[in-house]
């Protein structure tokens, strides 16, 4: 190489270093990957999957796909699966998931398609200690949940991420999947020796990530994670997993990913052209949370940051990627090289394959077949370059890009709009010619009221029948003494029962004062006999997911009442950092203190909740 580019030697050696610094660290982190170990299962594990977990699967469309992932999810014996899904889907999922297991599997609906919305309403409606949310077509090994909740022994631990393979749709694999697969293995070869490295990760995959419950039932995160905002004004809906590993770091949970045969998931990708508009979702997502991550919140720095210099290197990485080939061109036009041009062209191709290819090993090792695919890897490469500039210029598009009825722009929703409102009016002057057309069909008339009344009969029976079905969800499975939630729903009810108390006191102090006696029944009402004020809500082991939103209503309603809440205020000063608020965590769950120090709860004039 020295001999070809001895003629710009000032413009090639810049290039060389930067090369030398591109593959050094690449050496670093795959040393680090070979020296990854994952966390291994206890004997007598702390959770247990049958009583601790439960899966929410977020979905729309899910089709005879999610079948073969859930019967995987099934093998690993979770307490409950939960599908959420829009309105207007709900039968076509709930004849799909009867299919599989009508008894551990139930379909909940939200209004319109949503995802951040449809995970909230799993996570309202999850009674177990750990959740784990998963894509509708990720499929798990038999052993998945056994190693995920491995690393939940560590009472710290907030978040914890699985590899990813890529699962064919076909018979063989498109170029796209065969792109998506080498993709997935350098983001392994990453994640990996990040959290080997220091403990961190950029993103915690949301094909198959599992959380502590006591943290996403916050009513602080449930409020930051459905108001997400770019700019201020650009909703986000993409980039959930983003915006939960953020959420890790900065209130002091630790995450860890799982690398590992044992817990590593098979998963569709788009095989076809569709490919590109994921990827370009996921590097907006990048550019946002990166800088988030960076700029705005800066806990990384402190935390992670080996994680953190991967985050900066990335954003560098599109000019370092492009200045070698666009150099390279311009003085082989130019005419400055004093070999021919092909012989410039051809060496300094060949050099970038062999790149690639060592870049690519663990790949080939498991799948040679896909050799002849390198050089459409290295065109993807440049390519992708190109695309994250694009995507940085182009933030303010959020978009979901592969999903129809999802994120639609402000015309598109004006435009739906006015056709509703068409519809209607249509249907309103059908409505009066039909009348019309029957004032004198009185026995018709008639017959329809009766069918009607007849079918709103049923209807109420039928309700009542599937609330009669759905009770066995929150109660079974349940063990009574397991770790963290009946301690943290009564942290949770510390301020309002002591609000109580103080209430009841001044009743009775005015009625001393007054020496005014209950006479009537609506007194009697406000303090029973036994001196407790039925209004509030009693809170009893065998519900605790009433008590929870008992709470978290009260909690929401005071915290804006005061309009100056802001990102991460409601779980303790600044001043006080992300341990504190852990070791509050911790020590209402019930988990211990170890590795945080001690804290006073009094010092947050709020409290937790």
């Not at 909230?120 to 009674?127: L, Q, S």
């Not at 490295?197 to 995160?221: H, K, N």
């Not at 006015?418 to 008339?445: H, I, M, P, V």
Request: hydrophobic letters at 40%; a negative charge; aromatic letters at 12%.
């Amino acid at each position: 190489m020295l001999y070809l580019t001895k003629d710009m030697l000032p413009v090639f050696v810049p290039l060389g270093v930067v090369g030398f610094y591109r593959y050094l660290w690449f050496v670093i982190k795959l040393l680090a990957y070979f020296f990854y170990r994952p966390m291994m299962p206890k004997e007598n594990p702390t959770y247990k999957a049958e009583y601790d977990v439960t899966i929410i699967v977020p979905t729309i469309d899910a089709g005879e796909e999610f079948k073969e992932a859930a019967h995987s999810w099934l093998v690993n014996n979770p307490k409950e699966i939960i599908i959420i899904t829009e309105t207007k889907m709900r039968e076509p999922l709930q004849e799909l998931a009867n299919s599989v297991d009508p008894t551990r599997i139930r379909v909940l609906t939200v209004p319109k398609a949503n995802k951040r919305l449809q995970m909230v309403e799993g996570i309202r409606n999850t009674t177990s200690e750990i959740i784990v949310f998963a894509d509708d077509d990720a499929i798990w090994p038999p052993t998945c949940l056994e190693y995920i909740l491995a690393c939940f022994e560590d009472p710290n631990m907030g978040g914890v991420g699985t590899s990813q393979t890529v699962k064919s749709v076909g018979r063989f694999q498109t170029v796209w999947e065969v792109l998506a697969g080498f993709r997935l293995t350098i983001r392994n070869i990453e994640i990996a020796a990040s959290t080997h490295i220091d403990g961190g990760v950029c993103c915690l995959s949301g094909r198959t990530a599992a959380y502590r419950t006591c943290i996403l039932q916050d009513p602080q995160f449930q409020y930051e994670f459905t108001h997400d905002f770019w700019l201020g004004k650009y909703p986000l809906n993409s980039g959930d997993d983003k915006f939960l590993t953020r959420w890790m770091v900065f209130h002091g949970w630790n995450t860890y990913v799982q690398i590992c045969k044992e817990a590593e998931l098979l998963s569709t990708f788009k095989n076809n052209w569709r490919f590109v508009k994921q990827v370009l979702r996921w590097t907006r997502n990048t550019w946002r949370s990166d800088f988030r991550s960076l700029f705005m919140e800066r806990r990384i720095w402190s935390r992670h940051p080996y994680v953190a210099f991967t985050m900066v290197d990335k954003i560098f990485n599109p000019i370092t990627l492009l200045s070698g080939p666009i150099s390279v061109l311009v003085m082989a036009c130019e005419g400055k090289f004093h070999l021919p041009v092909w012989d410039i062209v051809i060496s300094y191709v060949v050099w970038l394959m062999m790149t690639r290819i060592v870049k690519l090993l663990p790949h080939l090792f498991k799948r040679p077949q896909d050799l002849i695919w390198v050089p459409a890897f290295l065109i993807f490469g440049y390519y992708f370059a190109i695309m994250k500039i694009y995507a940085l210029f182009t933030l303010h598009e959020v978009g979901w890009g592969t999903r129809a009825g999802i994120d639609q722009t402000p015309a598109e929703l004006a435009q739906e709009k006015e056709k509703l409102a068409l519809e209607q009016q249509q249907g309103q002057a059908e409505k009066r010619s039909y009348d019309a057309n029957n004032t004198n069909n009185n026995a018709a008339t008639q017959a329809a009221l009766a069918a009607a009344a007849a079918a709103a009969t049923h209807y109420e029976q039928q309700q009542q029948q599937d609330q009669g079905l759905r009770a066995p969800y929150g109660s079974a499975n349940h063990r009574p003494e397991s770790p963290g939630s009946a301690d943290l729903i009564q942290h949770f009810s510390r301020q309002q029962e002591q609000l109580r108390q103080q209430q009841q006191q001044q009743k009775q102090k005015q009625q001393q004062q007054s020496g005014r006696r209950l006479t009537n029944v609506d007194e009697m009402h406000e303090i029973d006999v036994d001196g407790e004020d039925p209004d509030v809500y009693e809170y009893s082991q065998d519900d605790e997911l009433a008590q929870y939103f008992a709470q978290s209503d009260a909690a929401l309603a005071d915290m804006y009442a005061t309009n100056d809440a802001s990102y991460g205020q409601y779980y303790e000063d600044d001043d006080s950092g992300p341990a504190s608020y852990a070791n509050r965590m911790s020590t209402a769950s019930g988990y211990g203190t170890q590795g945080r120090s001690n804290n006073n709860n009094n010092n947050n004039p709020r409290g937790y909740m």
